[in-house]
Structure formats: C-alpha cells, structure tokens
C-alpha cells in the first residue's frame, strides 16, 4: 500500500477512510496521540511510545482498548503492509462515540486511529533558526493531547518568521517548543533542560539525549534556564521524534551557540546512531 489509515480495525487509504462523525475527538480534541519512526519496517523506540501512550490515557481517563502488547503487534503489522519501509508512524486514541456532551459515560471504549505515511528523520545536519513567544498553554503538557491549537498557532508563527521553531517560555524561563524539546550546553559545559513536570512533554527523543549524555560523560541538569541563558549558551538543541536533534543556531535574528560544537554535533550523532542501530543498522 501506498500509505495507510486504520480505524477501529478497518484498514484502507488514507483518502478512503472516513470515521464515525460522534467521535469525540471531533468535538473536543478529546484524545492522546503518538508519532515516531519506522525504518526497514521497523517501529523505532515503540515500547517508549507506547508506554506515553497508555501514561496519556491514564491521566485524562481515557480507555484504550487493548492491552500494550497487543497495540504493539498490530502497529508492527500494520508497517509491514506499506510499499516501502521508512514510514511516519501516527497512532491516536480518542475517547469513545457519544452524542456531544462535555462529560462522558463511564463505559466509553476508546477508538483507535493509526495512520502510515512517508517518513525519514528529515535533514539531519542542518542547523535551524527559533522565534521565541510566551508559552500561554495549559499546565499538562506532559499529556500528549490532541488539543494543540497553541501548538499549531506557535508553529504557523515560525512558518511565517522562516523559522523552523517557535520555543516557549513561561515569564522568561524557557519550557519547550511547539513540536519539540529544547536544551542547552551551558556555561558550565552541561546539558541543561527543563525538568518532567507538568509544563514540558516528557520527550523520547529528550530521553535519548539524556541517555547519549550519560555514555559520553557529560553532566545532565534537569532545572529550567532563561531566556537570557539560552540566548549566551554555548549551544541550543532541540529534539523531537521525527527530526532527532538540531542544532539552533539563530534565535529572533540573533547569532546563538557554536561555542561547543563539538559536544553539540556528538550529541546529535550519538542519537541518530541509536536509530540506525535500533532499526537494522547502515
Ligand atoms: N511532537 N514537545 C512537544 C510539544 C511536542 O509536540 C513534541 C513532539 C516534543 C518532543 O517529543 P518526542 O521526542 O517524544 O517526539 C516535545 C511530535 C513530533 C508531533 O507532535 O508531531
């Protein structure tokens, strides 16, 4: 297949599908998402993501309808059925079918959405330039929701800036971007980024750079940073699922970073490695 959309345990084209109009993530957004990878048909990080999916759920109520496992088989199923093997991966739970109404019945069943498109980690060596803005969203980013109105509207701003991110801040501390995490190499040397709590998603591809930290001996601080020390870091990363790691070399027209490009461009290879190795290698 070409690409390929699944509801519910329905498969076809994604231009062939259509879904039931008192899907409650009409109404609401009501639902949790995840994106990530497939190469050689092979779902990069999946446990990771569905482990989110499922911690997602759990926090807004959501009933997913099968187990971890279960999700797990049918996705590496469904990747085996496209034409050719890098893919973008996008699964989605909403809440259940109802008549709209803001609260739920107790035995909504959750509906499964999958779609399978095109995807390769895209220009891995390029650096980008970053807007900034003030993050005015809610206080549970760590729910990978699909309400991302302020995510979209901080994205189109880029867009219109030629930016490749908009990064957020909450009264000058800085929190996430509106698709990826953000880091520095601080003054110091180390790898700073904000902390797991309630205002950033928890990122895999942040997790993995953690990780890279920890093998090649660089401190990790988990505290949040400024505006003003992200503007004089020595390096700005940013990271998300489908693009790994860039290196931010401009921010709001600015000069940033380049002043440990090596520790950046290790970083950025040790987790892209990860991916190839991960996926059946060269
Ligand atoms: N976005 N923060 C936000 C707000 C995000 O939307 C994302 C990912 C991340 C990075 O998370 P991860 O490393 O797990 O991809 C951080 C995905 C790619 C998206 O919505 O398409």
């Not at 019945?105 to 390769?120: A, K």
């Not at 995490?181 to 998603?201: A, C, K, Y």
Request: charged content about 20%.
């Amino acid at each position: 297949m070409e690409d390929l959309g699944y509801y519910n345990g329905r498969i076809g084209r994604l231009q062939d599908m259509s879904v039931p109009f008192l899907d409650r993530g009409h109404f609401f957004g009501d639902g949790v998402y995840e994106v990530t990878l497939a190469r050689n048909y092979i779902i990069y990080a999946l446990r990771e993501h569905i482990d989110r999916l499922y911690r997602s759920a759990a926090a807004i109520d959501i009933n997913i309808p099968l187990s971890k496992d279960e999700l797990a088989q049918l996705l590496s199923k469904l990747v085996k059925m496209l034409d050719y093997p890098d893919q973008l991966v996008y699964f989605q739970v909403t809440r259940g079918t109802g008549v709209r109404g803001h609260a739920y019945s107790d035995d909504m069943r959750g509906n499964l959405w999958v779609s399978l498109t095109h995807g390769q980690p895209k220009d891995i060596h390029k650096k980008i330039n970053a807007i900034t803005a003030h993050d005015t969203r809610w206080h549970h980013c760590n729910i990978k929701s699909l309400n991302l109105i302020p995510n979209v509207m901080y994205a189109q701003n880029a867009k219109n800036a030629e930016a490749y991110e908009t990064i957020l801040h909450r009264d000058g501390m800085v929190t996430e971007c509106s698709h990826s995490n953000v880091h520095i190499i601080n003054q110091r040397g180390h790898f700073q980024t904000h902390p797991t709590d309630e205002l950033i998603l928890d990122g895999i591809a942040r997790r993995h750079l953690i990780r890279a930290c920890h093998e090649l001996g660089i401190n990790v601080v988990e505290e949040p940073f400024t505006l003003d020390e992200m503007m004089s870091a020595k390096e700005i990363l940013t990271s998300s699922s489908t693009a790994f790691c860039y290196i931010c070399d401009q921010i709001n027209g600015q000069a940033v970073g380049g002043k440990a490009t090596d520790i950046a461009e290790l970083l950025r290879d040790t987790v892209i490695k990860y991916f190839i190795d991960a996926t059946g290698g060269t």
